[in-house]
T-cell receptor
Framework: GNSVTQMEGPVTLSEEAFLTINCTYTATGYPSLFWYVQYPGEGLQLLLKATKADDKGSNKGFEATYRKETTSFHLEKGSVQVSDSAVYFCALSDNWDYKLSFGAGTTVTVRA | DGGITQSPKYLFRKEGQNVTLSCEQNLNHDAMYWYRQDPGQGLRLIYYSQIVNDFQKGDIAEGYSVSREKKESFPLTVTSAQKNPTAFYLC?????????????FGEGSRLTVL
């Protein structure tokens, strides 16, 4: 079945540091890949997505590239801010039954 | 504004009681989902529905029940058979078609069993 494995946290950074959160997946066929973000006390919201190999999703300074050869979708941001403190989830959709498989989530804390 | 509304935000229950969590959406989405979130475990799918009057079990359906009588509504009942119900519950929806997989989430309901 489908599965997503993402880097364990928690991750603590200083403002303006570089952030990388690793995500790898197992799936049959050609899934779509997503990063969701959850701010404290809220539900999840879509951060970015990529629907085919070599696509790059980007939003709010975050980027992730769909790498089929390494089955990865790592999230990166060049200079984090305190407001980026949240839990980040990598997710996969097989595009057939509209279900998403989520990773365990990575808690990121950015300190001023 | 369009969105998903979950209620209540916080709920306390005694052991042996059933409770129902409400989820309403005005996005005209066909598919709706219930996820459970526990610390360090990510989101696990409880039930999902792709169309009115039809729903399927997810990965952890035991001890839960749902109904989908209207497109806008997908309530979740946590029954007394659920052995560890204390958790954060998230409802989500999506349209089918080109945006497949892009879920819109409610703000969640936190259930605590006393």
């Amino acid at each position: 079945g489908n599965s997503v494995t993402q880097m364990e946290g928690p991750v603590t950074l200083s403002e303006e540091a570089f952030l990388t959160i690793n995500c790898t997946y197992t799936a049959t066929g050609y899934p779509s890949l997503f990063w969701y973000v959850q701010y404290p006390g809220e539900g999840l919201q879509l951060l970015l997505k990529a629907t085919k190999a070599d696509d790059k999703g980007s939003n709010k300074g975050f980027e992730a590239t769909y790498r089929k050869e390494t089955t990865s979708f790592h999230l990166e941001k060049g200079s984090v801010q305190v407001s980026d403190s949240a839990v980040y989830f990598c997710a996969l959709s097989d595009n057939w039954d509209y279900k998403l498989s989520f990773g365990a989530g990575t808690t990121v804390t950015v300190r001023a | 504004d369009g969105g998903i509304t979950q209620s209540p935000k916080y709920l306390f229950r005694k052991e042996g009681q059933n409770v129902t969590l409400s989820c309403e959406q005005n996005l005209n989405h066909d598919a709706m989902y219930w996820y459970r979130q526990d610390p360090g475990q990510g989101l696990r799918l409880i039930y999902y529905s792709q169309i009115v009057n039809d729903f399927q079990k997810g990965d952890i359906a035991e001890g839960y029940s749902v109904s989908r009588e209207k497109k806008e509504s997908f309530p979740l009942t946590v029954t007394s058979a659920q052995k560890n119900p204390t958790a954060f519950y998230l409802c989500a929806s999506t349209g089918t078609g080109i945006n497949t997989g892009e879920l819109f989430f409610g703000e969640g309901s936190r259930l605590t069993v006393l």
